[in-house]
């Protein structure tokens, strides 16, 4: 397919993404980034082409090309013309009311119910991450997905075992550094909730990551649910927000819970249809941040082989390797590991 490159509508950690036309004269977003680091965009690829669903940004192919006099790999896909769910959270005055509230979230949870049953997790559900089209919210950013070849056994592969996500985002048992199963997208989901009834960070008293990271893995918290929401909503975040990931319901039991019941035109059909320069983790001198004097949160038996925070946290940081990463735009820090694919992003 012949194609012409537009302005640039996006930035992410590790792609730009602009607008372009095709010779039918359609508009498509694409993703590109230089081939010779297009590792992370081809995996994606691979797990975008083989889904298909109204509730999931829509792919149209890939290409290699030259631009700027480098070669760049490009990922096509449908074009949200509204933007990520960040911009129409910004739109709105910085917050959703409930109605758009759970409109949103219904396509989300009926995203999620078709990823699960294809087996992907996502890993990195958040408001960042949900692009609005034409006929509503879709999940995009496959970058951090994995799929799970089999979803009923406990044992896993090396690459069902990677962690990543956004910690802010991330459920205890993946800031542990334990697992990271479709439970851990029910989690964000809940923080994505809090996220459109507030415009900010479920946890918004903590902006520094290891404080994040202590405070979802070791204590008994749950992110603040937003006062002015009906007991309904509360009710669907007390079902995606339990520490303990069995406890928490599944997309597709999410999909029946009333406080969806307003949604009625979801279509259910199977579609056919500036960063900063990354620079390491350890430059920035993470380790020093943990104070040894920092108050320890409960320990639960899961974790009893570690004996602290820091041997948590850095137990966390050798699991994704020792090529980390770390780019901040929007706030964000996104941290990926380009050896072993393990990617890690950091409020
Ligand atoms: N299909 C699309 N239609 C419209 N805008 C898009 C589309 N895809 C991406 N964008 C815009 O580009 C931004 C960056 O895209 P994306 O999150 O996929 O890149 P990324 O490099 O994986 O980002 P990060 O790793 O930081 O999350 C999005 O937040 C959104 O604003």
Known sequence: MEWTRGHVIGRGATATVSIATSSLGDVLAVKSVELLKSEFLKREEKILSALSSPFVVGYIGCDVTRYNNTIMFDLMMEYARYGSLVDA???CGGCLDEPMISHYTSHIVHGLEYLHSTGVVHCDIKGRNILIG??????????????????????????????????????????????????ADIWALGCTIIEMATGGSPWPN?????????????????????AFLSDKAKDFLNKCLRRDPKERWTATQLVKHPFLEELSSVKKS????????????????????IDESETPYNHSRTYSTLNSPNQILKQLSMNSGSMVNWNREDSWITIRDSEDNNIRRIQ
């Open 89 to 91: 959270i910004h739109k």
């Open 134 to 183: 034409e006929d509503g919210a879709k999940i995009s950013d496959f970058g951090c997905a994995k799929r799970i070849k089999n979803p009923g056994e406990s044992t896993r592969d090396d690459r069902e075992a990677w962690i990543g996500g956004t910690p802010a985002f991330m459920a205890p048992e993946v800031a542990r550094g334990e697992e990271q199963g479709f439970p």
């Open 206 to 226: 903590l902006t520094h990551p290891s404080s994040l990271l202590y405070r979802i893995a070791l204590s008994e918290e749950l992110p603040e649910f937003p």
């Open 270 to 289: 199977t579609n056919d249809d500036t960063a900063d320069s990354p620079t390491s983790i350890l430059d920035h001198g993470i380790w020093s941040f």
